[in-house]
T-cell receptor
Framework: NAGVTQTPKFRVLKTGQSMTLLCAQDMNHEYMYWYRQDPGMGLRLIHYSVGEGTTAKGEVPDGYNVSRLKKQNFLLGLESAAPSQTSVYFC??????????????FGEGSWLTVV | GDSVTQMEGPVTLSEEAFLTINCTYTATGYPSLFWYVQYPGEGLQLLLKATKADDKGSNKGFEATYRKETTSFHLEKGSVQVSDSAVYFCALSDRVDSWGKLQFGAGTQVVVTP
């Protein structure tokens, strides 16, 4: 029962480096999301996708790009990392609209530090 | 826009004590309301939810009632255990304001001591 799997779990980057976080889900969910979690701020939505080949901006999209080439995968890219992007990143997926009561499933998180 | 406000932590309790975490919200439409729990080093897990006014969500001894008149969704548990130590997040998803993204509160850390 893999659910939502994120890789890598930990990474340290230097300012200006690029990297990609991979999210994979095996539940055939249409919706996928990337959140970041910072102390005292809860989770904030970076980007989301409502289906294969689609992406959209969330609350804090600047400095990030995403792609959903396959339904089961949702990639989050940092083209030029900045210390402000030090955070814990969570991927999530859901079978349908959350406002209709559908459940969202979270991965275990990826700890990213930018020095 | 939509927002969720929950009480600040940390909340420190002794085992078997009564727990209440206050959560209030503002929304333009008719939101669904959720409580998520995050154990140390893990992702968030759905604890309970309510999709319309007066609904009561319950799970693992936790309860919360959707109060439209007071725009609240307070989380309660009658007798906490050490294993309930975690961070608890209140969240909403609004049918009207958006396609249904989750708006989270800041989280409340709960520490239960033996």
């Amino acid at each position: 029962n893999a659910g939502v799997t994120q890789t890598p779990k930990f990474r340290v980057l230097k300012t200006g480096q690029s990297m990609t976080l991979l999210c994979a889900q095996d539940m055939n969910h249409e919706y996928m999301y990337w959140y970041r979690q910072d102390p005292g701020m809860g989770l904030r939505l970076i980007h989301y996708s409502v289906g294969e080949g689609t992406t959209a901006k969330g609350e804090v999209p600047d400095g990030y790009n995403v792609s959903r080439l396959k339904k089961q995968n949702f990639l989050l890219g940092l083209e030029s990392a900045a210390p402000s992007q030090t955070s814990v990143y969570f991927c999530a997926s859901s079978p349908g609209l959350l406002s209709s009561g559908n459940t969202i499933y979270f991965g275990e998180g990826s700890w990213l530090t930018v020095v | 826009g939509d927002s969720v406000t929950q009480m600040e932590g940390p909340v420190t309790l002794s085992e078997e004590a009564f727990l209440t975490i206050n959560c209030t919200y503002t929304a333009t439409g008719y939101p669904s309301l959720f409580w998520y729990v995050q154990y140390p080093g893990e992702g968030l897990q759905l604890l309970l939810k309510a999709t319309k006014a007066d609904d009561k969500g319950s799970n693992k001894g936790f309860e919360a009632t959707y109060r439209k008149e007071t725009t609240s969704f307070h989380l309660e548990k009658g007798s906490v255990q050490v294993s309930d130590s975690a961070v608890y997040f209140c969240a909403l998803s609004d049918r009207v304001d958006s396609w249904g993204k989750l708006q989270f509160g800041a989280g409340t850390q709960v520490v239960v001591t033996p």
